[in-house]
């Protein structure tokens, strides 16, 4: 008897629908699994038949043949033991034809004692059985929250096999497992452990992550150590706008896919913060692997990627930045295909002026001029580019440490940015890929960064004096945008363009010939 389940594969970000094919018949008796499968779908049947015996099933003793489709995608994961196990049931005739499942897509890891295990990815899978006109979606109860996410879907979530076979034994069953079901929407809260308030002194780097995140811009922090860059970095999370109905449920499917996403909510509740180690390879940075997986770019998509003391990180890592910059995706090229994960992040990094992180202050500072130049050319100016923003701190003065006065907190230079946020809404609502003053093109610079002729002297002197490349000159006229939206300017100003300027010039320091 020959019988046929829905089921679906993750390519990239994307749900791909597969089915699930078994035939009993003469021959050596046994199961026979063929289709391009990983080693984790070869073992599947092993763990299937199991569940079986200690689930009460007995399988008769003949040869079933099972084949997963398309024979050309090469599918991985524990997620196909549900509909293989069904196939089988069908295809012996112990599930008979009461009800009709074609229309249901079935995924799920099975337990040896038949219990049914939460996989990664659903709401990828939902969206993909959602999106070719599948009735519903059967799987572990563990997943059914997060695919009641999709709306438009049947979900119906089981805890075991025994389950499965009653839920198929009769339409009666059936539709009593189709009970309305809505997902918990409820996000956690969304606190913080830190705000801005904790940050003393160093009035300059607020301003300028206040100023980065105003315009989604990037962001590098330079300056001696201890003077508070990672601690502004930690806390810029806390200025940014909530995360969007669609952002949400995009980096959510990232998080799903790693595993990272919290059983206890369907969806991301704040926009994620990444800080990975400088010892992180290529691959963990990009995602990939012999079954590709995103990489800490991705999973910071929508919020921060942290990158703390930057020159430490490899050259090759750092360089390897420089598409997602632009292009705010990853696309992985393997022999199988192609795979595409978001890459929208907001980059933030720090450095030290020197290896010993007190330069240019010679008392403490025991670097060589070789030593310095080698630690600050790990980062190259292509890479500098493509940082729109360039901050410098300075010491902080005991009378800041130990002041009353608090910083302005969080929730203040927030209102702020939503407000600037708002403006650029509207400005690019008509656009299809640009949303902030960062992502503008150049015909988008020739239409909202117009200049009068004092500004556009100005920035002519700037561009002479300061040697800027012409993606410099563009990141400038793009901060200054911003900023004159922070200040609800309809125009730029000299004074926007004195302020962006001024968030250039570590490049001069950085790449000048004289180290004292």
Not at 93 to 122: A, K, P, Q, R, W
Not at 322 to 346: V, W
Not at 393 to 406: A, C
Request: include cysteine.
């Amino acid at each position: 008897m020959y019988s046929k389940v829905n089921s679906c594969s993750i390519v990239g970000m994307n749900g791909v629908p597969t089915y699930v094919e078994a035939d009993c018949g003469a021959g050596i008796p046994g199961f026979v699994m063929v289709g391009n499968l990983s080693s984790s779908i070869k073992e599947s049947i092993n763990r299937v038949k199991s569940a079986f015996k200690n689930s009460g099933i007995e399988l008769p003793f003949t040869r079933v043949t099972i084949n997963i489709f398309p024979a050309d995608l090469k599918k991985d994961g524990a997620g196909y033991d549900l509909p293989i196990a069904l196939s089988v049931l069908k295809a012996l005739d112990i599930v008979g034809d009461e009800v009709d499942f074609s229309e249901y897509g079935f995924v799920g890891e099975i337990g040896l004692n038949g219990e049914l295990v939460g996989i990664n990815g659903v709401l990828s899978i939902a969206s993909a059985f959602r999106d070719k006109k599948f009735k519903g979606i059967i799987l572990p109860k563990d997943n059914e929250q997060e695919a009641l996410v999709i709306e438009g879907l049947d979900v119906i979530g089981l805890s075991n096999v025994q389950e499965l076979v009653d839920l198929l034994s009769s339409k009666e069953n059936f539709d009593n497992f189709r009970r309305p079901v809505r997902a918990n929407m409820k996000l956690e809260e969304e606190k913080y452990d830190v705000d801005f308030s904790d940050v003393a002194g160093q009035a300059f780097l607020k301003r300028a992550a206040e100023v980065a995140v105003a315009g989604n811009h990037n962001i590098i922090f330079s300056g001696p150590a201890g003077t508070g860059k990672t601690m502004i970095a930690r806390r810029i999370p806390t200025i940014m706008p909530p995360l969007t109905r669609d952002e949400n449920i995009e980096i959510s499917k990232v998080y799903s896919i790693a595993g990272l996403l919290n059983k206890k909510s369907p969806l991301m509740s704040r926009r994620p913060f990444r800080a990975p180690h400088h010892s992180i390879t290529i691959q963990s940075l990009l995602g990939g692997g012999i079954y590709p997986r995103p990489g800490e770019i991705s999973l910071a998509s929508s919020g921060v990627l942290f990158l703390d003391e930057l020159p430490l990180f490899s050259k090759a890592a750092i360089e390897t930045l420089r598409e997602p910059l632009e292009d705010k995706s990853i696309t992985l090229t393997r022999l199988k295909g192609l795979y595409e994960y978001p890459a929208n992040f907001m980059l933030v990094s720090a450095m030290n002026p020197c290896p010993c992180g007190f330069y240019p202050d010679r008392n403490k500072c025991k670097c060589s001029p070789s030593q310095i130049r080698l630690y600050q050319r790990g980062v190259s100016k292509p890479i500098l580019d493509r940082i729109d923003i360039c901050a410098e701190s300075s010491p902080v003065k005991f009378e800041e440490i130990t002041g009353k006065n608090i910083g302005e907190p969080s929730s203040e230079i927030r209102k702020r940015i939503i407000a600037a946020r708002k403006i650029q809404q509207e400005r690019f609502k008509n656009c299809k890929k640009t949303k902030y003053n960062s992502a503008m093109n150049t015909s988008d610079i020739k239409k909202y960064c117009e200049l009068g002729p004092d500004e556009e002297d100005f920035l002519k002197q700037v561009f002479n004096v300061k040697k800027l490349s012409a993606r410099t000159y563009h990141k400038v006229l793009k901060v200054a945008r911003t900023i004159a939206d922070l200040a609800g300017s309809k125009n730029i100003t000299i004074e926007h363009l004195s302020e962006a300027a001024n968030y250039r010039g570590l490049e001069e320091k950085l790449f000048s010939e004289s180290i004292v």
